[in-house]
């Protein structure tokens, strides 16, 4: 039976964020929902938050330089280890969210039948119609496409942190 995830009682949710490399968008993700969760006073909403990557080309390591620069000059602590997602991952989060739709794609062929991880594009919690849905791969561009990420990655934090209060995310 799939549980469907809930933020009503004690219940608290655990999120990860899914790109390909772990090391640019979804570590970025991770940090940006956490500072964010601290800043709205909503951390008794959330009990984990991590990130994986579809690939494990980059395994073991940390965030590229890029996603630490942007944090850094947004006050966004950035730490994390970069791993490939496993099966037990669909069983450990409530949520899933993935950057692009080939994340959700993957994620959506690999999830096994009856976990219970929602998985979703993450843009599923944009509110402004001239923002890009979809958080595109920076890693082979300049220092605009980190900053779009972030500025994505910003805007829907604050959204599904918005609805998860409210108990509509
Ligand atoms: P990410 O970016 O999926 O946002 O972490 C990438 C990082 C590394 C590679 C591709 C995308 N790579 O091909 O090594």
């Known amino acids: 039976m799939t549980r469907e995830p809930s933020n ?25 929902l956490r500072h964010a969760t601290s800043e709205m ?19 073991g390591d940390g965030p590229d330089r890029r996603t630490v620069q942007i944090c850094r000059a947004n006050g966004v602590p950035v730490n994390h280890v970069s791993r490939q997602v496993q099966l037990s991952d669909f069983d450990r989060f409530d949520y899933i969210f993935a950057m692009d739709r ?26 402004d119609a001239k923002m890009d849905k979809i958080i595109s791969d920076p890693y082979y561009g300049g220092p605009d496409g980190f900053q779009s990420s ?3 990655l910003d805007h829907f934090s604050r959204t599904f942190l918005k609805r998860l209060a409210a108990g509509t995310a």
């Open 41 to 59: 006073n909503l951390s008794h909403l959330i009990n984990e938050i991590d990130s994986f990557g579809t690939s494990g080309f980059h395994s």
């Open 102 to 127: 080939e994340n959700l794609e993957d994620l959506n062929y690999m999830q096994p039948r009856g976990s219970k991880s929602k998985i979703m594009l993450f843009g599923a919690y944009c509110e």
């Open 150 to 152: 972030f500025r994505q």
């Open 8 to 32: 009503s009682g004690d219940n608290k949710i655990s999120v990860a964020f899914c790109c390909l490399g772990n090391i640019c968008r979804s570590p970025m993700a991770e940090a940006v």
